[in-house]
Nanobody, 127 residues
């Protein structure tokens, strides 16, 4: 399973960006997809997550400004980031908890759950 993220860039404070992350591979179902971010020298932190039943969770620092959404048919999650602040500057990582197909031979499906990370995408907010 691979996660391909896109949409990062440079924006002025108060501006908006939209991140996308698409999962591909031997996917049976996806339990949760989300976004984390990391500033150099600091720990990676939660930004937002969404479950397969569309339950969302946001960090307090982005509530009311960021919106996570998904397209289950495309195995894709989006992060709409509005009212961006310089402190939102970080590398943003996509994460997915996936039920990965082990075998689908002879009408018998077996799978296991595994967590995946995408390569980060840089978001820079200038003041």
């Amino acid at each position: 399973v691979q996660l391909q993220a896109s949409g990062g860039g440079l924006v002025q404070a108060g501006g908006s960006l939209r991140l996308s992350c698409r999962a591909s591979g031997r996917i049976f179902t996806i339990n949760t997809m989300g976004w984390y971010r990391q500033v150099q020298g600091k720990e990676r932190e939660l930004v937002a997550t969404m479950t397969s039943t569309e339950i969302t969770n946001y960090s307090d620092s982005v509530k009311g400004r960021f919106t996570i959404s998904g397209d289950s048919a495309k195995n894709t999650v989006y992060l709409q980031m509005n009212s961006l602040k310089p402190e939102d500057t970080a590398v943003y990582f996509c994460n997915a908890d996936v039920n990965v197909i082990d075998s689908d031979y002879a009408d018998t499906l077996s799978y296991h759950s595994e967590n995946f990370w995408g390569k980060g995408t840089q978001v820079t907010v200038s003041s």
